[in-house]
């Protein structure tokens, strides 16, 4: 099917799924989110789909009907930052990332930007979820950067910052909802990658969770990216991903 001419999707079951578009092109993105619709609550775009394709892939899933979370991880002075997201809220993303260490004036430009502009386009804020320390660093590229050196010290750290930020969300690991439970505000939004049930070929995730567990926990939002897009059957591996993630509930 080309890609512009798909049909609305409804979405008859609210999901707690966001299947990660890790995919080259938007024709492969728009296809595979026509597939498995029924049984997600939005698709994530990262930095090599929206480098090669652009905003007009999120306005093609947009006029899809699917929610998007828009994945570049803002890091920059706050200006720059608040810039980034009100242009990310026009876009009309649901949720989009900035970096935690960008500090507390940076957070705070980015969710003011985010309620300022979509209050003034009369539609509900995206959720802007901070990301703590990436799950590719190890005590040793802390300990590189200067400072705290613990990972989980500083993920509570910057997550506290988060939220004393006005941040209504976070993204981590599957082993980190726990923790992070026991310190955040219950309305805190957890967005957990890492998901795996188990049946998929092992991959570059180390620390992994199944959807259920991931669910009981305390995750609000389950991302799964190769489960789906790389199973043989990806609508049968997002409906199962999806009926275990509401087990978990
Ligand atoms: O294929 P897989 O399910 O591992 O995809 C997970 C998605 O979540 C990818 O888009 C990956 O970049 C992202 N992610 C992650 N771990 C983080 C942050 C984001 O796997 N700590």
């Known amino acids: 099917m080309a890609t512009g001419t798909l049909p609305r999707f409804n979405h ?17 993105a728009l296809d595979l989110a026509r597939r498995v619709a ?14 090669s394709e652009g905003p007009e892939l ?15 991880k803002f890091h920059d002075i706050p200006n720059t930052v608040a810039k980034a997201v009100a242009a990310a809220v026009r876009l009309d993303v649901q949720m989009l990332t ?18 300022e502009t979509a209050a003034g386009l009369g539609r509900p804020a ?19 950067l200067g400072g705290e050196t613990d990972i989980t010290r500083q993920v509570e750290r910057l997550a506290r910052l988060a939220a004393a930020s006005g941040l209504r969300g976070l993204v981590c690991s ?21 998901i795996r049930t188990g049946a998929e070929k092992s991959d570059d995730q180390k620390r992994t969770l199944g959807p259920a567990e991931a669910m009981s926990a305390g995750a609000n939002w389950l ?3 190769r489960p789906i897009y790389a199973a043989a059957d990806p609508i049968d591996a997002a409906r199962k991903m999806h009926e275990a993630a509401r087990s978990g509930l």
């Not at 079951?13 to 024709?27: G, K, R």
């Not at 899933?61 to 998007?68: D, F, H, M, W, Y």
């Not at 900035?98 to 309620?115: L, R």
């Not at 901070?130 to 660093?137: D, K, Q, Y």
């Open 38 to 51: 029924p049984y997600v609550g939005a698709f994530k775009v990262g930095k090599e789909l929206f480098v």
């Open 58 to 72: 999120v306005r093609q899933l947009r006029q899809t009907g699917a929610s998007v979370f828009l994945d570049l």
């Open 12 to 28: 008859p079951v609210s999901s707690p799924i966001i299947v990660a578009l890790d995919l080259p092109s938007a024709a492969a």
């Open 126 to 144: 995206p959720l802007v979820l901070g990301v703590t320390v990436l799950t590719s660093m190890d005590t040793a590229a802390l300990a590189e």
């Open 223 to 225: 991302v799964v990216g």
């Open 174 to 194: 599957p082993l980190e909802i726990t923790p992070l439970r026991a310190i955040l505000p219950v309305s805190m939004q957890l967005v957990t990658p890492g």
């Open 98 to 115: 900035v970096h935690c260490s960008g500090g507390t004036a940076m957070m705070k430009a980015a969710e003011t930007a985010a309620q």
